[in-house]
């Protein structure tokens, strides 16, 4: 139901775009969220937004480099990445919120998409 | 930004026995916390939300508690396929804000 894309290999300092293809829900009555996971390490909440698009939050390390959209018209959900760092590195995965219409957690997830930032 | 410690990190059991992991909030979370399990390779399942609520599909040998700033996740007898690392996770709702805690790793001997 969930199916994100945009993940590969990329030097420091440049930019990436994920996205992730969304099916078999109404897409416009969730949020939706970005959390990632570095190899062998605990899960990290990224980002969210809202149903309609106009409210979104980050995790503190973004640090205004990061910016969460969502085409509710095409189903789906994006993250642009800019500045990445090497601490970026990380499985990226797309999640659907549990309720409608509100922030709580993480019900459907994605299989992830992996990030490697390196020189 | 609320700080959610997990523990054990580790738990080692015999399959049929209780396993009682603990999730504690640096500041009161009310209700809203959710348990998540995660298997090797995989991408993490919902087990429990709002606490207590079962996830469709979650064995009813799994059970959340607590409120507050103190949590619990119990499974009352476990199953070699319980083997997995378990993560607890909380929302602010505003400004919306979410992070999970450390993890605590099972292990079925």
């Known amino acids: 139901q969930l199916l994100e894309s945009g993940g590969e290999w990329v030097q420091p300092g440049r930019s990436l775009r994920l996205s992730c293809a969304a099916s078999g829900f109404r897409f416009e009555d969730y949020a939706m969220h970005w959390v990632r996971q570095a190899p062998g390490k605990g899960l990290e909440w990224v980002s969210v937004?809202?149903?309609?698009?106009?409210?979104?939050g980050y995790g503190d390390f973004v640090q205004g480099r990061f910016t969460i959209s969502r085409d509710n018209a095409k189903n789906a959900l994006y993250l642009q990445m800019n500045s990445l760092r090497v601490e970026d590195t990380a499985f990226y995965f797309c999640?659907?919120?549990?309720?409608?219409?509100?922030?709580?957690?993480?019900?459907?997830w994605g299989q992830g998409t992996m990030v490697t930032v390196s020189s | 930004e609320i700080v959610l410690t997990q523990s054990p990190a580790t738990l080692s059991l015999f399959p049929g026995e209780r396993a009682t992991l603990s999730c504690r909030a640096s500041?009161?979370?009310?209700?809203?916390l959710a348990w998540y399990q995660q298997k090797p390779g995989q991408a993490p399942r919902l087990l429990i939300y709002d606490a207590s609520t079962r996830a469709t599909g979650t064995p009813d040998r799994f059970s959340g508690s607590g409120f507050g700033a103190d949590f619990t996740l119990t499974i009352s007898s476990l199953e070699p396929e319980d083997s997995a690392i378990y993560y607890c996770?909380?929302?602010?709702?505003?400004?919306?804000?979410?992070?999970f805690g450390g993890g605590t790793k099972v292990e079925i001997k």
């Open positions: 937004i809202d149903w309609n698009n106009r409210v979104t």
């Open positions: 999640a659907k919120d549990i309720r409608e219409q509100d922030y709580n957690g993480f019900h459907v």
């Open positions: 996770q909380q929302r602010s709702n505003w400004p919306p804000e979410l992070s």
């Open positions: 500041q009161t979370v009310s209700g809203y």
